[in-house]
């Protein structure tokens, strides 16, 4: 089984409607959460980052963590065609003295005018 | 401010030769990971750099060697690359090496080994 378990998708939406993306995952020492955008042979790009339970709230995007369920979701508002892109879940924990990021296989977005 | 920045785009070696990629950090972050990302996958953490040494190492053969120099830009050294070393390799850079960090990604470099 996988630490972090994320809908490969592809997940196909009209201009305009909200996006629901989710990861759930198995380690519960995973204290930071970050959603990643990723354009097609591009780098990732960071949207939101949490740190334990709770919501935050960026312009369109809204990243929630629910600790006790090891499930995190990432809502995209009033989706536009430039939101078309493969979404990466990633999780990462204080080990050591250094943080490896722990991430899902991503889902690919598409969001047709 | 300067994004993280990642040399060559694009290579292709054959099986067996070596290979060393490159990597800028952002300005003012002093830590620098690798992540190895194959098609249709997410990032796989391959090691981490803190002062100039390896703080951090994920499921990686010894075979992947890496730097880091005082300006805290990095190489990462493949030997005897396989066809399974074909992949997008992300360097990331942080203002910290624990604790809570935000990773910032460069564009890759692509790297195929046939």
């Known amino acids: 089984q996988k630490e972090v378990e994320q809908d490969p998708g592809p997940l196909s939406v009209p201009e305009g409607a909200i996006v629901s993306l989710n990861c759930t995952y198995s380690n519960s020492a995973f204290q930071y959460f970050m959603w990643y955008r990723q354009y097609s042979r591009k780098g990732p790009e960071l949207l939101m980052y949490?740190?334990?339970?709770g919501n935050k709230e960026d312009g369109r995007f809204t990243a929630q963590v629910d600790k006790s369920s090891k499930y995190i979701s990432l809502f995209i508002r009033d989706s536009q065609p430039s939101d078309s892109a493969t979404y990466l879940c990633?999780?990462?924990?204080?080990?050591?003295?250094?943080?490896?990021?722990?991430f899902g296989a991503g889902t690919r977005l598409a969001v047709h005018p | 401010e300067t994004g993280v920045t990642q040399s060559p785009t694009h290579l292709i070696k054959t099986r067996g030769q070596q290979v060393t990629l490159r990597c800028s950090s952002q300005?003012?972050?002093?830590?620098v990971s690798w992540y190895q990302q194959a098609l249709g996958q997410g990032p796989q953490f391959i090691f981490q750099?803190?002062?100039?040494?390896?703080?951090g190492r994920g499921n990686f053969p010894p075979r992947f060697s890496g730097l880091q120099f005082p300006n805290y830009s990095s190489e990462l050294n493949v030997n005897a690359l396989e066809l399974d070393d074909s992949a997008l390799y992300l360097c990331?850079?942080?203002?910290?090496?624990?604790?809570?960090?935000?990773?910032?990604f460069g564009p890759g470099t692509r790297l195929t080994v046939l």
């Open positions: 990331a850079s942080s203002f910290i090496a624990g604790g809570p960090n935000e990773q910032f």
């Open positions: 300005s003012g972050h002093n830590t």
């Open positions: 990633a999780m990462s924990a204080n080990s050591g003295g250094y943080n490896k990021l722990i």
């Open positions: 949490t740190y334990s339970s």
């Open positions: 750099y803190y002062r100039e040494e390896e703080n």
